[in-house]
Each structure stands twice: as C-alpha cells, then as structure tokens.
C-alpha cells in the first residue's frame, strides 16, 4: 500500500449493531451491506459468530453471511468476528473466509468478553489455525482488545501486547489488529505501541480499532497512520462498544475518518455523499439511533475551496 492511501475497514455491522439492544431484521442489515459497498468501502465486517445467548443481535449471522456472500458484486472483503472454534467453524460453513479471532490482552476483559483465560484463548486460537488444512483459502486476523487500557485493569504495558503478538506470529498469523476496546489511549501511546510494532514485526499487516470514547479517536487514528498502520476500522455515525466492558462507547467514526483523510489528501476509495446515505437509511427505520459524528453533526465544509483567498492590499504603496 502506498503512502498516500488508507483502508477504512467497515465495522458498523459488527460493532455498531452490537451495542443496539434491539435485534436488527437481516433484511435491513442487507440494506446497509449494499449502502456501505455503493460508498466505495470494501472491507466489511458484517457480523459475529457468538453465542446467541450472549449476543442475540447476531442470532442471524449464518443466514446473513450467506445472503451477503451471494450478492457481493464488488467483491468486497467480507470478515466476521468470531470469539472461539465454534464460531469460526460456524463462519467457514457459512462460507466466511475472513475471520476476526478476538481475544483481549487483559485476563479480566477475555474473561468478561469470552469467558476464557488468554491462555485458553491462545489455545483456541491454535485449533482454529488448524483449520487452514481444511480451508485454505482462510484468512486469520486477531483482534487485540484492550490493548491501550482495561476497563478492569487500567493501563497495559506495551510489552504485555508484544508477548502476546510475539505467540500469534509463532502460530502463523500474519494479521493483527491493536484495539482501543474502552478509548483509554492517547496518541502518544498509540505511536508507541504502533511502532514497536511495526519494527518488530515488518511482515505483519497491522490494522488498528479505535474508540472515541473520550474524544480522541480521530488523533489517535492520525498517529496510527503516521506510525505506519493504514488500516483503521470505522464505524459509520460512530455506533459501537462492546457490550461486556463497562463504559465502552462508540467507534471512530467513518464519515470523520473519511473527511479527515481525503481533506488531507491521503486517498480512502470511499465517496461522502454516498457514504452519508448509510446513516440516513438507518435513521428512516430506526428512528431513536444515536450517532456520534462530527461530520453527520456539522456536515461538510461548503464551499471547500482554498482555505484563503489573497485579498488586495487595503492601502497603495
Ligand atoms: N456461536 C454459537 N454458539 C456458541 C458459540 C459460538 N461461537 N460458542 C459457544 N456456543 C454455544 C455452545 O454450543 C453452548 O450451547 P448449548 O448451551 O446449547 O450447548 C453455549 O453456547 C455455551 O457454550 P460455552 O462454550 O460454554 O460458552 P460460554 O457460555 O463459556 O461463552 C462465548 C463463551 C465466547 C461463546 C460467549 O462468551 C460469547 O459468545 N461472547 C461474545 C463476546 C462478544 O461478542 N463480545 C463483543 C465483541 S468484542
Ligand atoms: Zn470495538
């Protein structure tokens, strides 16, 4: 990937649905699949492969996976998170190639989150590995939780996150992504762990997944980026949170990665006029959503133009 470019990787479905208590139809979900695919997003996740009892709002993953797979005319990159071997089993006969291993670096939020130790993560993580023997086409990303602060534990120590990365790419994974599960971090920790990251392990494809739960998702995204990570997870109006961590909000929102993104000439693919449609599809069906977008706020700066036009001096010489 060059320089001048970023992947915003869609995880309204996923995250933001999520954290709505009330179950969303699959035919809407569709709806918002085809929506997000027309603004020119072609990283998708569309949903979780949990326990229904634990998240019912995905008790129709395997129905909706097939039903987007059938029409993915973009052919856009399709994950799902899966938080053990069942839901990755379940993922690959639903025909879903990308998995979203997820597991948090702080024994207390895997145990909230999953119900398992990191240990007995790491475990499941190797089974599911295993499963490329049968599936080769598999793509396995791990997703980091709480790698910048627990709401349980407080801050990680950096090393803690490289031990367990330093495990993964053992095992053979290739695809890691650092999450501010709560948005405790700030952007000075954000450059640190991302560097040290990027250094260490130059072939791994580091994507980050922030939350602006304090209001710094945005900088915190600029300093990913900065550092070298160009994949960053949006979440469109900034739905989001993760039900199991106490005081978890919103994601970064996409329309304000966008804008910040292409204002500052870095290229995202994604077209803001078709990207707002969306949100406004959203809201026609369910009316109290709550965004959290500065650009579905204010808007886009009209007219854009130069930001100053040189004006003739007041008096001659
Ligand atoms: N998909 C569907 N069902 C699953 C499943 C999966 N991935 N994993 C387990 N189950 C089922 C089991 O088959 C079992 O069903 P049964 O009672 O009918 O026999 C039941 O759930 C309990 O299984 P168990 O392995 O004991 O799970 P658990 O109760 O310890 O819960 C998780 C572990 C991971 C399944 C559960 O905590 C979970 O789904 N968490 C979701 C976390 C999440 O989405 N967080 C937000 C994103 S970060
Ligand atoms: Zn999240």
């Avoid at 399709?78 to 998995?99: D, E, F, M, T, W």
């Avoid at 895997?110 to 398992?116: A, D, E, I």
């Avoid at 295993?130 to 407080?154: R, T």
């Amino acid at each position: 990937m060059d320089e001048s470019s970023v992947t915003i990787r869609e995880v309204m479905l996923r995250d933001g649905l999520q954290n709505i208590r009330q179950f969303i139809p699959t035919e809407v979900k569709i709806e918002l699949f085809r929506l997000i695919v027309a603004s020119g997003l072609k990283d998708i996740e569309i949903t979780s492969f949990v326990s229904p009892g634990a998240v019912p709002q995905f008790r129709d993953a395997p129905q909706l996976a097939q039903a987007i797979l059938k029409e993915n005319p973009e052919g856009a990159k399709i994950s799902a998170l899966i938080p053990n071997l069942k839901g990755a089993q379940n993922a690959l006969k639903s025909g879903v190639r990308r998995l979203s291993f997820v597991m948090s670096v702080s024994e207390s939020h895997n145990f909230n989150n999953v119900r398992r130790t990191t240990a007995e993560s790491v475990e499941a993580l190797k089974k599911i590995q295993d499963l490329k023997k049968d599936y080769p086409d598999m793509i396995l990303k791990v997703g980091m939780a709480v790698v910048f602060g627990c709401p349980f534990e407080g801050k990680i120590r950096p090393q803690v996150t490289l031990r367990f990365i330093r495990q993964f790419y053992h095992l053979g994974c290739r695809n890691i992504s650092l999450a501010d599960t709560v948005g405790f971090g700030n952007p000075k920790e954000v450059r640190e762990v991302s560097r040290l990251c990027v250094n260490e392990f130059p072939d791994v494809t580091f994507g980050i997944h922030l939350h602006n739960t304090r209001g710094l998702g945005l900088a915190n995204a600029f300093t990913a980026y900065e550092s070298g990570i160009h994949i960053l997870d949006g979440s469109i109006g900034g739905l989001g949170g993760c039900p199991f961590a106490p005081g978890a909000s919103g994601n970064t929102s996409t329309e304000d990665l966008v804008f910040m993104f292409e204002d500052m000439g870095v290229r995202t693919g994604v077209n803001m006029d078709a990207l707002l449609k969306v949100s406004r599809y959203f809201k026609s069906v369910k009316r109290d959503v709550c965004f959290t977008s500065s650009i579905l706020e204010a808007g886009i700066p009209i007219p854009r133009g130069t930001l100053t036009t040189p004006s003739p001096p007041l008096l001659g010489p």
